[in-house]
């Protein structure tokens, strides 16, 4: 116990230090809520992930900016969806798969025209979006940076409705549009880089435990894992999706009651089995509190566009 403490407080120390001297700039602000984000993203340094290691020396890849991580991850996603297609679990053409991706574009939408009505630069203006319904028991979805969404056939009963789909939807967009993946990606990074002196074996560790989250289906999905898209948020990155979902859903025009009843559903759901869906997304116990603390704040800052 006293060693993870200790480990602890000397990760939060060496993130902060390489934070505040040697790459200052890439402090960045996240968008709508001004949170300070440590993020190579802004900064258009290089972003530099591990992938694997050799004999226990980490194998670095870098990426130049957010444009080349994402086409990186455009290929995944589609390599992804092409497996899912000849698996036949891609479903296409249905009046669920068509509401996924209505839901998704009117969200979106709404976010681009609230950029556009304030005259303000759009943080997902380069975004590629892609929506895909999986025919799977999982009660999942996620979503990939640069707007690369997949929702679980599983999850839909939880969901219930429109507006428990765009709850989802935009708690999901909310972590693409604050960049929360390569946030992590960042923090790992430098956490990693710090470690690497101290133990190579508890360094590769923290590796294996970063990068092998994530619950898509066992080896045919590997190379989604290899990126560590799955990487596990913060409980403060959680909470900052929510809020800005129940923003994106009040732009366009969601009811945003309906956030802490759907986690009304899902706690009801974690009696039979726990969702995959919160088992990458830990549950504060005061989610539903959070959520009627921030209504009047959003109606009031986020109206309908
Ligand atoms: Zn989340």
């Not at 992804?80 to 698996?87: E, G, L």
């Not at 913060?234 to 802490?260: K, T, V």
Request: include cysteine; charged fraction near 20%.
């Amino acid at each position: 116990m006293q060693t993870r403490v200790n480990r602890r407080k000397f990760i939060v120390s060496a993130t902060c230090s390489i934070c505040g001297s040697v790459i200052l700039p890439s402090c960045a602000q996240v968008p709508l809520t001004n949170r300070n984000q440590l993020n190579l993203y802004d900064s258009n340094l290089p972003i530099v992930i591990f992938q694997g290691s050799v004999a226990g020396i980490p194998i670095p890849k870098v990426y130049a900016n957010e444009k080349s991580l994402n086409q990186e991850i455009d290929k995944v996603y589609n390599k992804f969806i092409s497996q899912a297609k000849n698996d036949k679990i891609l479903v296409d053409n249905t009046a669920e798969s068509k509401k996924i991706k209505e839901i998704g574009t009117e969200i979106y939408s709404s976010i681009n025209k609230y950029y556009q009505n304030n005259n303000q630069k759009n943080p997902i203006e380069d975004f590629k979006w892609q929506f895909a319904l999986i025919e799977s028991e999982q009660k999942n979805a996620w979503c990939m940076p640069g707007g690369k969404i997949a929702f679980y056939t599983g999850i839909l009963p939880i969901c219930k409705n429109d507006d428990g789909i765009a709850a989802v939807m935009g708690h999901e967009i909310a972590h693409a549009f604050a960049r929360h993946t390569v946030e992590k990606l960042t923090q790992s990074s430098m956490i990693q880089m710090a470690t690497i002196g101290i133990s190579n074996s508890r360094y590769s560790q923290l590796l294996n435990r970063s990068f092998r989250i994530g619950n898509v289906g066992g080896n045919v999905y590997n190379s989604v894992v290899k990126y560590g898209i799955f990487l596990p948020f913060s409980r403060n990155m959680e909470s900052e999706a929510d809020y800005l979902g129940m923003a994106f859903m009040n732009l366009s025009g969601f009811d945003i009651n309906e956030p802490s009843k759907l986690w009304g559903r899902m706690m009801l759901e974690q009696k039979k089995s726990v969702p995959e869906f919160m088992s990458s997304h830990p549950n504060p116990e005061n989610r539903s509190n959070k959520f009627l603390e921030w209504e009047n704040e959003i109606k009031d800052k986020f109206p309908r566009v």
